[in-house]
């Protein structure tokens, strides 16, 4: 089977996700991308995540077409697609993405707020506040939903080194949902496990009327002691 090994991964990370809690019925997918041979691995649309087999996964190259699989690929590859040809290089180095409808993650993109860093829980794992692009424009949605819907987080992202992708791998498209990305499938899965948690602690934190960011010092100890280049948490291997 083509992409054997990337299809089995991506196939994995998708039927975790209603086990974590991330998904109802079939709303959200993950993928995945070798960058050596330019393939991008994505659920399959409207398949149950029980019934999904490594051969279910839709193997295509970056630019849509289907190198291998009998399925349709899920409604949001154009999204995934517009990612990777962003971030698949060398630089950020993206070679996973992760889309939900996580019911808080959810609640903040909806409510068109992005959610910021409130506590160390947050900032071991996104360097800063997650995001929110602008809204689509009409024209966008009519002319192309899916791939304008990447070009937004793209967007988002562009000329700031504060806003990197790798620091912050999570972003909320309004009225829409939450976006994670990763090195692989996996870290995109566990970036959208992350960001459902910290914003189930940020609403129950703004429900107490407590709007307290986290200091800038303490965000920088706990996103370097895990990420930095003498980050210590963890096991040598």
């Known amino acids: ?6 299809r089995e991964q991506v196939c994995q990370a998708n039927r975790e996700l209603p086990t974590l809690g991330l998904v109802t019925l079939t709303w959200g997918n993950v993928s995945g991308f070798d960058s050596d041979q330019g393939w991008v691995a994505i659920k399959p649309s409207g398949v149950p995540y029980g019934e999904l087999r490594p051969a279910d996964i839709v193997l295509l190259d970056l630019e849509g077409r289907v190198l291998d699989g009998e399925l349709r690929p899920s409604t949001d590859t154009p999204a995934h697609l517009v990612l990777y040809r962003a971030w ?3 630089t950020e180095k993206v070679g996973g993405i992760c889309h939900t409808h996580s019911e808080l993650a959810t609640a903040f993109a909806q409510a068109r707020m992005e959610l910021p860093c409130f506590g160390t829980t947050h900032a071991d794992h996104f360097d800063g506040p997650v995001p929110l692009t602008r809204q689509l424009r009409p024209e966008e949605v009519a002319s192309g939903y899916e ?14 080194p504060a806003m990197s992708p790798r620091r912050i791998p999570a972003a909320l498209v309004p009225g829409h949902g939450p976006f994670t990305w990763g090195a692989d499938a996996a870290a995109a899965l566990n970036h959208a496990v992350a960001l459902e948690a910290v914003a189930k602690i940020a609403h129950a934190q703004l429900a ?11 965000r920088a100890k706990h996103q370097q002691r895990k990420h930095g280049r003498d980050a210590y948490y963890g096991q040598i291997r």
């Open 1 to 6: 089977m083509l992409g054997a090994a990337l």
């Open 88 to 90: 698949g290089g060398a």
């Open 147 to 160: 791939a304008a819907t990447g070009q937004v987080l793209v967007e988002r992202f562009a000329g700031s």
């Open 208 to 218: 107490l009327g407590r709007a307290i960011e986290l200091e800038e010092f303490l």
